[in-house]
């Protein structure tokens, strides 16, 4: 969520009303935020220097850490945000990490999205070649849900394939 609240200030600075908003768009319902949970990732952030409040609302202590007020990513923050994207997926949540990650890039950041595919298709081949070899007293069961795993991990990389595809025809149409 962190990393979500800090992707949408960058992309469009706002108050936490709106961050919220911004993020249940952005990320399409995979995150989405009610202001009320905003609010204390703006305040960690803005207490971390990653995000800073301007025009602090009536009411509220003036400065970085201001309860209300309209929030920017710091240089800090930015750079927070790229190492982040270029960091190595979570593990256990690949999917949904890799998911959030291509939500959260700029949708001008096409290296950063190749990147990002990059390190999914890393992961799904490693994840393939961890698949156990079965031997001939093994249940249906177990050879049924090895060959689906090994038969979703191969849907992902042809989506990803396709996704570089799409990647490449949009960075030459930009040209």
């Known amino acids: 969520m962190r990393a979500a609240v800090l992707a949408s200030v960058i992309e469009e600075p706002g108050h936490a009303y709106g961050v919220g908003s911004a993020m249940t768009v952005r990320f399409g319902g995979v995150i989405g935020a009610k202001a009320r949970h905003v609010y204390p990732v703006l305040r960690a952030l803005a207490d971390e220097g990653l995000v800073e409040a301007t025009r602090p609302l009536p009411g509220t202590r003036s400065g970085g850490t201001a309860v209300g007020g309209?929030?920017?990513?710091?240089?800090?923050?930015?750079?927070?945000?790229?190492?982040?994207?270029?960091?190595?997926?979570?593990?256990?949540?690949?999917?949904?990490?890799?998911?959030?990650?291509?939500?959260?890039?700029?949708?001008?950041?096409?290296?950063?999205?190749?990147?990002i595919l990059?390190?999914?298709?890393?992961?799904?081949?490693q994840a393939?070649?961890?698949?156990?070899?079965?031997?001939?007293?093994?249940?249906?069961?177990r050879r049924l849900t090895t060959d689906f795993d090994a038969?979703?991990?191969?849907?992902?990389?042809?989506?990803?394939?396709?996704?570089?595809?799409?990647?490449?025809?949009?960075?030459?149409?930009?040209?």
């Open 70 to 115: 309209w929030y920017r990513a710091t240089a800090a923050g930015v750079e927070r945000w790229r190492e982040w994207l270029a960091s190595p997926l979570d593990g256990a949540r690949a999917a949904v990490d890799a998911k959030v990650r291509l939500l959260a890039a700029r949708p001008d950041d096409l290296a950063s999205a190749e990147g």
């Open 151 to 175: 038969r979703l991990i191969d849907a992902q990389l042809d989506w990803i394939s396709d996704a570089r595809s799409r990647l490449r025809r949009e960075a030459a149409r930009r040209r």
């Open 118 to 125: 990059d390190a999914y298709a890393e992961h799904l081949r």
């Open 128 to 141: 393939a070649s961890d698949l156990p070899e079965l031997g001939e007293n093994v249940s249906l069961q």
